[in-house]
């Protein structure tokens, strides 16, 4: 009698287990263990230096666009008063060349203008002595006047005939000036050209120079790591500080491959840490890894660890300042 009680007594334990685990799959949402973490930022060096000073250590709030620290910029400031010198002197010059090619320009036109006159003048002359003298040569012809009025004249005419070369050739030599002064303008132009490259060669020093000076992210955040000290050397890529945005964390899950479907870029979450137990915040998946790797050790059962995995990154949008870097919890799908 008591063997026949058992054996439906098994059914039924056996029955209510079975919906039981058969109720939870339906209906509890499928969740992944994670951790929370931050993104931190490491704050290198650009230039070459000794440094001088790290004003924050590790575990301080660093306001935003705060100086971390600064480098030994002697160097740096040598070369750049070297280039404003330079400037001043170009400065110098250009003022003299523009005066100079103002003045030579004046004086050129000045003069042209004087030697096309006296060469219109002189033709003038040259003409009309070649009237007069073919006026005389026929009143000569006729017995009107002397062998000596005529010569008189031919000589008048050789003579005009000689300043106009003259003129010509001062004309001549006087538009050949002409070149001097494109050459003075082109070399104000060089001047002008070496002024605006030693400008921004001295702009280059000048953003260079911002350099020596290493300052924090726009928003506040913590200091996590000091990687170098005063008195050290500092590289172009050298890692001065690490930093943490505390309104820019997340937590990190692995999803089995089988479920990675289930997760999509920008897709909503609920986030409930183990430390409150049924209140849950709202999470965003930013984050899937392309790529599935083995199941990081830190996972607790090993028989979890033997399958591959794929990365995720769940971005906490609501009550960051309570996640504590390191701290576990779950991550519910909602949909």
Same mark, same amino acid.
């Given at each position: 009698?008591?063997?026949?009680?058992?054996?439906?007594?098994?059914?039924? #334990?056996?029955?209510?287990?079975?919906?039981?685990?058969?109720?939870?799959? =339906?209906?509890?949402?499928?969740?992944?263990?994670?951790?929370?973490?931050?993104?931190?930022? #490491?704050?290198?060096?650009?230039?070459?230096?000794?440094?001088?000073?790290?004003?924050?250590?590790?575990?301080?709030?660093?306001?935003?666009?705060?100086?971390?620290?600064?480098?030994? =910029?002697?160097?740096?400031?040598?070369?750049?008063?070297?280039?404003?010198?330079?400037?001043?002197?170009?400065?110098? =010059?250009?003022?003299?060349?523009?005066?100079?090619?103002?003045?030579?320009?004046?004086?050129?036109?000045?003069?042209?203008?004087?030697?096309?006159?006296?060469?219109?003048?002189?033709?003038?002359?040259?003409?009309?002595?070649?009237?007069?003298?073919?006026?005389?040569?026929?009143?000569?012809?006729?017995? #009107?006047?002397?062998?000596?009025?005529?010569?008189?004249?031919?000589?008048?005419?050789?003579?005009?005939?000689?300043?106009?070369?003259?003129?010509?050739?001062?004309?001549?030599?006087?538009?050949?000036?002409?070149?001097?002064?494109?050459?003075?303008?082109?070399?104000?132009?060089?001047?002008?050209?070496?002024?605006?490259?030693?400008?921004?060669?001295?702009?280059?020093?000048?953003?260079?120079?911002?350099?020596?000076?290493?300052?924090?992210?726009?928003?506040?955040?913590?200091?996590?790591?000091?990687?170098?000290?005063?008195?050290?050397?500092?590289?172009?890529?050298?890692?001065?500080?690490?930093?943490?945005?505390?309104?820019?964390?997340?937590?990190?899950?692995?999803?089995?491959?089988?479920?990675?479907?289930?997760?999509?870029?920008?897709?909503?979450?609920?986030?409930?840490? =183990?430390?409150?137990?049924?209140?849950?915040?709202?999470?965003?998946?930013?984050?899937?890894?392309?790529?599935?790797?083995?199941?990081?050790?830190?996972?607790?059962?090993?028989?979890?660890?033997?399958?591959?995995?794929?990365?995720?990154?769940?971005?906490?949008?609501?009550?960051?300042?309570?996640?504590?870097?390191?701290?576990?919890?779950?991550?519910?799908?909602?949909?």
């Amino acid at each position: 009698m008591q063997r026949k009680l058992v054996v439906p007594l098994v059914a039924v #334990v056996a029955l209510a287990l079975g919906g039981l685990l058969y109720l939870r799959r =339906d209906h509890d949402p499928p969740h992944y263990t994670g951790f929370v973490e931050g993104e931190e930022r #490491v704050m290198r060096s650009e230039v070459m230096g000794r440094v001088l000073e790290v004003r924050f250590a590790e575990g301080a709030t660093v306001s935003p666009n705060a100086v971390i620290a600064t480098l030994d =910029d002697g160097d740096i400031q040598a070369r750049i008063k070297s280039k404003q010198e330079e400037i001043a002197v170009l400065d110098a =010059d250009l003022q003299t060349q523009e005066q100079r090619v103002q003045l030579v320009e004046s004086t050129w036109q000045r003069d042209l203008n004087a030697r096309r006159a006296e060469m219109q003048e002189a033709d003038a002359a040259a003409n009309l002595a070649e009237r007069t003298l073919a006026r005389e040569q026929e009143l000569t012809r006729r017995g #009107v006047s002397s062998q000596q009025t005529l010569d008189d004249h031919r000589a008048r005419r050789d003579e005009t005939r000689s300043a106009l070369a003259r003129a010509r050739e001062m004309l001549a030599r006087t538009e050949a000036e002409e070149r001097t002064i494109t050459l003075a303008r082109h070399e104000l132009a060089s001047l002008r050209e070496k002024r605006e490259l030693a400008l921004a060669q001295l702009d280059e020093l000048q953003v260079t120079h911002s350099k020596y000076v290493i300052h924090a992210p726009a928003t506040a955040t913590t200091v996590l790591t000091q990687f170098i000290w005063p008195g050290e050397l500092a590289q172009p890529g050298t890692a001065v500080v690490s930093v943490l945005d505390p309104q820019d964390k997340y937590v990190q899950i692995y999803v089995p491959v089988a479920d990675v479907e289930r997760l999509r870029v920008g897709q909503r979450v609920q986030i409930e840490l =183990d430390s409150e137990p049924g209140h849950r915040v709202p999470g965003e998946v930013s984050f899937v890894a392309d790529k599935a790797n083995f199941t990081p050790e830190k996972i607790e059962t090993r028989s979890d660890r033997m399958g591959q995995v794929y990365r995720a990154k769940v971005r906490i949008l609501d009550g960051v300042e309570r996640f504590q870097p390191g701290t576990e919890g779950n991550v519910y799908l909602t949909g």
